[in-house]
């Protein structure tokens, strides 16, 4: 069994196709042979209608590859269906081609099969000529060539006729549109279960340009997020370029995906004759570098490769263990184009409210006006935010909800902007739910399923969400109707958690309850619990249900407050605060809301606690006092406001009267840009230089939102707002800092600066940057989510002094890292500046400075970057400066081992619980 042996060892795939065929010099008769003779169409390149025309060609190369060691063939069918078929006018022939096709191959194989090697055939899908995730109308970016129900049926037609005849595993390959590949999965899975057979799906994927994009436009991050959840043997990459090439996206999947990786490259790049000039020998030396690292599990050639290729990759695959699967994912993994990875640094994932007919007033209007460009504005304002996560709603009677609930999620498909982010589908209407998602190449979220119709259609809905790879929001309701109580939250909760994990086959991490987040002080004593019961079932989900996820529209909570916005943000900003304590780590909220917890008076946060909490009596009448006080101070601020011309935010009076420190500081924690220029003008007439205010008052806002957001008071896309209210000011400053500069003075030094891989978080980064050309270094920076392999090109290239890696999240801890063992093994000795909220001294101590020859340092902030890099530069200084690191940095490792020996052992720890039933 092919399952079985790609565990033992390296398991080699046969070679292209089209290059052999070219071999045999065939004519356009040759194609037609006497069934096409008459057609009035060119068939001269319509490989597949060999398996018809002209088998004994077909079935000759299979031998050839078998003969040089191939373990698998694949079937010549890559456009064995009826879309690609029918340029030639041959749609009905289609399936007859994919069986034939199977057929050839599998006598093929029987004839080389032996007890102690046997041979597989791999049934070749291929993507077809079209796709499912960009227009082809330049004018109309919502328009299709053809439809997911369309692909899928043309899919499950071909796979039937591989099976038919004989294929041991499905291929689907050089995937450039995912969703055309989730309509391939799809159809291979359901075949598979109509027929009774389970074979190997293998999934090989194509990247359009060093970026490591597919042509739709993913990550490869974001595309395995996208296929994480569906019965996959394999994934890899084939086509598009040589080995060399390739080799930073094989270690990316190898790192990440939880199956076996295949790899079947081109014989190098193309010449400008698009020929392939690689040899078989030197590809194999390329091919080796896979194998030796522990890359693959399976080997293959794509374009231009031959059998003699083959023979070459086998001989060395002789010589090597195979990969080593990752287990799967412990934290959820949603993409648009790119990945979201839910872990615990995100804290919580605002969801985007504004894009729902039934809560936006002026979305409903676009929609209903067929105004999309200003439809698509709102969206982009609320990625732009913070938010993580769009929700698209088109639930109104006076709309035909499933048309546009598709023509606006193809429109945000041709929007890079918005689609970087994951979607919610939101509707009330099955139907409209299922077109969403047969729209959506990235991994999205269903808005809603419950037990309110009965566990039958709770168990199909599920059933649909998991054919489309997708996470689910789970409501608190059954047939008794909505979940109020703490005690009914967590009963349906535990009900829903079993069916869908035991019933369904559902991966926890895909499921995101929602307990129901219902108004409170509304007059009624029955609601003043509703709030407190819902972050207490929170807390109880997440203890009990291991794995899931909490969300709630947050909206709901403030209802009874309509009109008064101080106030129902404020009473968000409560509730955000205690229910992501207990857990909650999703929500629909307007991720341009103003007040953060920590901006709350306390005399009001108490009230507005005492209400959320439920804390005493009368805490609903206190909070409406609060409300009526708020209303009258922003009539009257309105009143006064338009008196003098213009309309001004209550908000924007008392904090504008303090010092110019003060409202910097403000200015950036609250993500406000308006007022930047003049105060920042204002501030520049006191501080003697530009580069003093960076480091000044706008270092400490920043430092403050960094102990807010650790601290639970801020959430990220609050943080993101402050990031970019941060580059706007640093924008102003910075013709004031360029004029600061020396004319003809010599460059102190030259700076390489880059986010690392998988990080998108570049605030920091660009204020060093900043720091440094105050300093006269000429800095070159790379951006955000930059791979280690360019970091080391651009190094060499441009013969930089210093390298600075920047990183937020946890993950970016592990990618510098391996950015480090990547510089060592180009052989550079660059000076390494390591900085970012999650780094730290002891890290690169432990971890960073053991694998990188030269000197690797922490910075604590952007202040010290410039003093280090000058010791560096000295040359009688950096001597010194290296030995005192090394001193350093050994003596934090021996406090860490001593520590460490110091722990006990889990089960001593275990034998010294406390007991509190023993007499």
Same mark, same amino acid.
């Given at each position: ?24 010099g ?29 088998p ?10 078998l ?5 698998i ?29 199977? $057929? ?6 029987? =004839?080389?099969?032996?007890? +102690?090697?046997?041979? /597989?055939?791999?049934? %070749? *899908? @291929? ?6 995730s ?17 692909l899928?049926?043309a ?7 591989l ?23 799809d159809?291979?899975?359901?075949i598979?279960?109509?027929?009774g ?15 490591? $994009? ?6 490869? =991050?974001?595309?395995?997020? +996208?296929?994480?959840? /569906?019965?996959?043997? %394999? *994934? @890899? ?27 079947y ?14 040899t ?84 409903l ?21 913070g ?59 269903v ?14 809905h ?11 929001v ?63 079932a ?12 909490v ?98 935010a ?15 500081g403000y ?12 105060d920042?003008?204002?501030a520049?007439e ?43 000011a ?7 800092i ?13 700076v390489?600066?880059?986010t ?116 560096l ?47």
């Amino acid at each position: 069994m092919l399952e079985e042996i790609v565990k033992e060892r390296l398991v080699v795939l046969d070679g292209a196709m089209g290059t052999m065929i070219q071999r045999y010099g065939l004519s356009e008769s040759d194609f037609r042979g006497s069934r096409y003779a008459g057609s009035n169409v060119q068939m001269k390149g319509n490989n597949d209608m060999l398996n018809i025309t002209k088998p004994e060609v077909i079935m000759d190369i299979h031998r050839q590859y078998l003969a040089a060691g191939a373990d698998i063939i694949t079937t010549n069918t890559f456009s064995s269906q009826r879309i690609s078929q029918a340029d030639y006018h041959l749609e009905a022939d289609s399936a007859e081609m994919a069986y034939e096709g199977a $057929r050839i191959a599998k006598q093929s194989a029987e =004839e080389y099969s032996t007890p +102690s090697h046997p041979r /597989y055939v791999c049934g %070749s *899908v @291929g993507p077809t000529n079209k796709t499912c995730s960009m227009s082809p109308d330049v004018s109309d970016p919502s328009a299709r060539d053809l439809s997911y129900d369309g692909l899928f049926e043309a899919y499950c037609e071909e796979v039937d006729a591989l099976i038919r005849g004989g294929v041991d595993a499905i291929i689907i390959e050089t995937v450039f549109d995912t969703l055309n590949c989730k309509a391939a999965i799809d159809a291979s899975v359901q075949i598979m279960e109509k027929v009774g057979r389970k074979l190997p799906i293998m999934v090989s994927v194509t990247i359009s340009d060093l970026a490591g $994009r597919t042509l739709s436009g993913q990550t490869l =991050e974001a595309f395995l997020a +996208s296929i994480a959840d /569906y019965p996959i043997f %394999s *994934v @890899g990459l084939n086509c598009s370029f040589g080995a060399p090439q390739m080799l930073p996206y094989l270690r990316t999947l190898a790192a990440r995906a939880p199956f076996y990786i295949s790899v079947y490259p081109n014989a190098g790049l193309p010449n400008a004759m698009g020929q392939y000039d690689e040899t078989a020998e030197q590809m194999a030396g390329e091919m080796e570098i896979f194998m030796k690292e522990g890359l693959v599990n399976i080997v293959g050639g794509c374009c231009g490769t031959t059998p003699e290729f083959i023979h070459a990759f086998a001989e060395k695959a002789k010589n090597y263990q195979p990969h080593r699967v990752v287990p799967r994912s412990e934290t959820l993994w949603l993409s648009g184009l790119e990945l979201l990875n839910v872990t615990p640094e995100v804290r919580f994932v605002n969801v985007g409210e504004r894009c729902n007919v039934a809560g936006s007033r002026k979305f409903l209007r676009l929609i209903e006006q067929k105004q999309y460009t200003e439809a698509l504005e709102i969206a982009r304002k609320q990625v732009e935010d913070g938010a993580l996560v769009i929700d698209i709603n088109m639930d109104d009677g006076l709309l035909d909800a499933k048309a546009e609930m598709v023509k606006f999620l193809n429109l945000i498909a041709s929007d890079p902007d918005i689609a970087r982010v994951p979607v919610m589908i939101d509707s009330s209407d099955w139907e409209v739910i299922m077109a969403g998602l047969k729209c959506m190449q990235g991994k999205c979220i269903v808005n809603s399923i419950s037990l309110k119709e009965g566990e039958s259609t709770f168990i199909s809905h599920a059933k649909d969400v998991k054919r489309f790879g997708a996470a689910v929001v789970v409501m608190c309701f059954d047939e008794q109707g909505q979940a109020t109580s703490y005690e009914r939250k967590i009963e349906i909760a535990a009900r829903a958690y079993r069916i869908l994990v035991e019933k369904v086959g559902m991966d926890p991490l895909d499921i995101i309850f929602d307990p129901n987040i219902l108004s409170v002080a509304t007059g009624i004593a029955e609601h003043d619990s509703y709030a407190l019961d819902f972050i207490r079932a929170t807390g109880w989900i997440r203890k009990n249900l291991k794995g899931v996820h909490v969300s709630g529209g947050v909206s709901n909570l403030s209802f009874s407050f309509r009109g008064i916005n101080y106030i129902r943000e404020a009473m968000h900003a409560v509730f955000l605060y205690h229910a992501i304590e207990q857990g909650m780590d999703f929500g629909i909220v307007n991720p341009a809301t103003k007040v953060t917890y920590a901006d709350i008076p306390a005399d009001e946060l108490s009230v507005i606690e005492d209400v959320i909490l439920n804390r005493r009596q009368g805490a609903s009448e206190d909070l409406v006092e609060l409300a009526e006080k708020k209303r009258a101070e922003q009539e009257a601020a309105k009143l006064a406001a338009s008196q003098g011309g213009k309309t001004v935010a209550v908000s924007d009076e008392a904090w504008r009267k303090e010092s110019v420190e003060s409202r910097l500081g403000y200015a950036l924690r609250k993500g406000i840009g308006k007022y930047l220029d003049a105060d920042l003008h204002e501030a520049l007439e006191t501080y003697p230089h530009a580069v003093d205010i960076i480091e000044g008052p706008l270092m400490d806002g920043m430092n403050e939102v960094g102990t807010l957001f650790g601290a639970g008071k801020m959430f990220l896309p609050q943080v993101v707002k402050t990031a970019r209210t941060m580059k706007q000011a640093v924008a102003i400053l910075q013709p004031y800092i360029e004029a600061e500069k020396k004319e003809g003075a010599a460059t102190a030094g030259r700076v390489l600066l880059a986010t690392v891989k998988g990080d998108v978080h570049d605030i920091g980064k660009n204020i060093v940057g900043v720091v440094f050309s105050c300093n006269n270094y000429e800095v070159i920076d790379l951006g955000v989510m930059v791979p280690a392999e360019q970091i080391v090109a651009k190094a060499r290239q441009l013969h930089v002094d210093l390298i600075g890696l920047s990183g937020l999240i946890t993950p970016s801890l592990g990618e510098m890292v391996n950015v480090a063992e990547e510089l060592q093994k180009a052989g550079l000795h660059i000076p390494l500046l390591i900085g970012g909220a999650t780094t730290s001294e002891l890290h690169v101590a432990l971890k960073i400075a053991p694998v990188y020859d030269a000197p690797v340092i922490w910075t604590k902030d952007a202040s010290q970057p410039p003093i280090i890099a000058a010791r560096l530069m000295d040359a009688k200084q950096r001597k010194d400066y290296e030995e005192m690191l090394a001193s350093r940095y050994e003596q934090l490792r021996q406090q860490y081992q001593e520590k460490q020996a110091k722990l006990m052992s889990l089960d001593q720890a275990r034998g010294n619980k406390l007991n509190l039933f023993d007499d």
